[in-house]
């Protein structure tokens, strides 16, 4: 047990609770890059949010929360003493799925962490009309492979492929 990493004040479960969503907050390494799965669509990028939105809704499930990053980088750009956005559009989209989520609970109380889901869209400046939408792979296993499956559709959905 001594060779066990701690957080501090926490023990057991709740520490390794802590160290997932650490993990989480601040992924690095090749597992953090390789993470990410991507799918490249041309067409305008209204379309696509519209499409990555219905893709989610049409399962069922409730978009939590729908988040702007270009507005948001745009806006707050001067006070950080830059112009603009690496960005046209970039927008993200947050929900859960109950079955699944407490599916992969069940399995692992620390996969708490992954929820809720996310998936991404945006175009960049320098390359309009291509719209890039994805999401962050959980790791295998204990449950979260479905989670995965599901992402990876709905982000394949949007993308038209």
């Not at 379309?47 to 499930?61: H, K, M, P, T």
């Not at 927008?91 to 069940?106: D, G, V, W």
Request: proline share 6%; aromatic share 8%; hydrophobic share 45%.
């Amino acid at each position: 047990m001594a060779d066990r990493p701690a957080v501090r004040g926490l023990s057991g479960h709740r520490a390794r609770l802590a160290a997932a969503a650490f993990a989480l907050l601040a992924p690095s390494g090749a597992w953090a890059q390789d993470s990410v799965t991507s799918y490249v669509r041309e067409a305008s990028f209204a379309d696509v949010v519209a499409d990555l939105s219905d893709a989610i809704v049409n399962r069922g499930l409730v978009v939590d929360h729908h988040g702007l990053i270009g507005d948001m980088l745009k806006r707050t750009g001067a006070a950080l003493g830059l112009a603009g956005s690496p960005y046209r559009a970039a927008e993200f989209f947050q929900f859960c799925s109950a079955s699944l989520s407490r599916a992969a609970m069940e399995q692992d109380p620390g996969n708490i962490a992954y929820c809720p889901y996310s998936v991404f869209v945006y175009e960049t400046e320098g390359r309009p009309g291509q719209i890039v939408i994805g999401f962050r792979r959980l790791p295998p296993g204990d449950g979260r492979d479905p989670i995965n499956s599901l992402l990876d559709s709905i982000a394949v959905e949007a993308a038209g492929h």
